[in-house]
């Protein structure tokens, strides 16, 4: 059963460029988070989707970066005019279902570099 | 506002050491607990959590984490370290019900061989 995919494992983009990240979730699993996590930080939660859905995106910038999970295929995080402070490990995680009685499964991260 | 606190970012030990890394929160409900590792190279992985009942749980690899509420603490702990635990570990925390971890700063544990 293969793990949380996620790909680019390494993005580097110039300023005013736009970064795609996918991640495909666990086999049976409908509910995908993503995170960023900064330099000496912890993670911190961006966005919840369903299938077709946003759940809470309370910790995704207003501005610039989207998300989407769609029907079929992976899900993506979108970062339009990538500026310098974009720069991160973005980490997505999955779950069967969207209450904590589950686990969530990581993925191994992507590591954008904004020139 | 959710928050949690790790209090050493950077720890070092010698084989057979034991280990204890200090998590506490900050939320007024009822919670979730984990703690995550990721070994270098690796994606994050869950070490143990805790939901209800025992508030002393077992993990893999000999790790095991007490819950105290009164002191809002989810200390880590194992007996007798290895060079192989060499890591960085990560105290989350979520309100029961809820779906949004809050994620602690990380502790990096280096042991020596």
């Known amino acids: 059963n293969a793990g949380v995919m996620q790909n680019p494992r390494h993005l580097v983009r110039r300023r005013g460029q736009e970064a795609r990240l996918r991640c495909s979730p666990m086999?049976?699993?409908?509910?995908v988070y993503w995170y960023r996590q900064l330099p000496e930080e912890g993670l911190k939660f961006m966005v919840y989707?369903?299938?077709?859905?946003?759940?809470?995106e309370s910790g995704m910038p207003k501005e610039r970066f989207s998300a989407e999970f769609p029907k079929e295929g992976p899900s993506i995080l979108r970062i339009q005019q990538v500026v310098r402070g974009d720069s991160a490990a973005y980490f997505c995680?999955?779950?069967?279902?969207?209450?904590?009685?589950?686990?969530?499964?990581f993925g191994p991260g992507t590591r954008l570099t904004v020139l | 506002a959710q928050s949690v606190s790790q209090h050493n970012h950077h720890v070092i030990l010698s084989e057979a050491a034991s280990l204890e890394l200090g998590c506490n929160y900050s939320y007024g409900g009822t919670v979730n607990l984990f703690w995550y590792v990721q070994y270098p190279g690796q994606h994050l992985q869950l070490l143990l959590k805790y939901f209800s009942g025992d508030p002393l749980v077992k993990g893999i690899k000999g790790f095991e984490a007490e819950f105290i509420k009164s002191k809002f603490s989810f200390n880590l702990r194992k007996p007798s370290v290895q060079w192989s635990d060499t890591a960085e570990y990560f105290c989350?925390?979520?309100?029961?019900?809820?779906?949004?971890?809050?994620f602690g700063a990380g502790t990096r544990l280096f042991v020596k061989a």
């Open positions: 989350a925390v979520t309100n029961t019900g809820g779906f949004k971890t809050i």
């Open positions: 989707l369903q299938k077709e859905n946003i759940i809470d």
């Open positions: 086999k049976g699993h409908s509910h």
């Open positions: 995680a999955s779950s069967p279902a969207g209450t904590f009685d589950n686990e969530q499964f």
